[in-house]
């Protein structure tokens, strides 16, 4: 009876354990110090009115390489990864202009719904410097996603496809010099806290590939808060 009591206990300290180290993670997540700022930028016409302007510049990569997870590529040098940070804070009521730079390839989206820009001014990105609606489904090497309720009745979602890189223009080591650029605007609405996360299936080894990298806060996720300035 003892030893029974001894196994129960000791399974609930386990599972105790368990829990907390989860909570740490996520608070640790949530709590980043690694956080982008928007960047001023003047103001922008808009069909809600004249508006703040702000810019956010971030890429993403075929591997953790690129040094936001330390030279060695932090404990995942394997993953692809958006850097040079994933957690993002931008003010409320403000054009913001986000530009993507693509160095990784891609093969097919396990959902074609996101290989249209959806949520931005007028419904377009720029790829390149052209404008665009969408991109073939399969062409896409990541999306950058964003969603979330600031409150009952404010949602913010926006979903922009980034082309994937040509096969030939992917170098054996290092990083492409052909980089595809995705510039586009949103509108941030009401102050929340949002996640963002990478809706092409880029956790290989895992099913459907929506593990690894895809489910990994820090590399194809992260937090998305728009504040009241």
């Not at 690694?34 to 922008?44: D, L, N, P």
């Not at 003010?91 to 949520?119: C, M, Q, W």
């Amino acid at each position: 009876m003892n030893k029974r009591i001894i196994a129960a206990f000791g399974t609930v300290i386990l599972g105790a354990a368990v829990i907390a180290g989860i909570g740490t993670y996520v608070a640790s997540a949530k709590n980043d110090s690694r956080v982008m700022q928007a960047t001023s930028a003047g103001t922008m016409e808009t069909p809600e009115g004249t508006l703040p302007h702000y810019t956010l510049e971030i890429s993403s990569y075929p591997d953790s390489m690129a040094g936001s997870h330390g030279a060695d590529g932090g404990a995942h040098p394997g993953y692809v990864s958006y850097g040079p940070v994933t957690n993002f804070e931008v003010p409320a009521h403000v054009a913001l202009t986000i530009t993507v730079k693509n160095y990784d390839g891609g093969e097919s989206l396990n959902n074609d719904y996101f290989r249209v820009v959806r949520g931005t001014l007028g419904g377009t990105a720029t790829l390149n410097g052209e404008t665009i609606r969408s991109i073939s489904t399969d062409a896409v090497g990541h999306t950058f996603t964003v969603h979330g309720m600031a409150n009952e009745n404010q949602e913010l979602f926006f979903s922009v496809p980034m082309k994937a890189v040509a096969e030939e223009d992917m170098p054996e080591e290092g990083y492409t010099a052909k980089p595809n650029v995705t510039v586009f605007t949103v509108i941030t609405g009401d102050a929340g806290e949002y996640i963002w996360n990478c809706e092409y299936p880029c956790g290989d080894g895992t099913i459907a590939k929506f593990g690894a990298a895809m489910s990994t806060m820090g590399y194809m996720s992260g937090h998305f808060n728009v504040v009241d300035m």
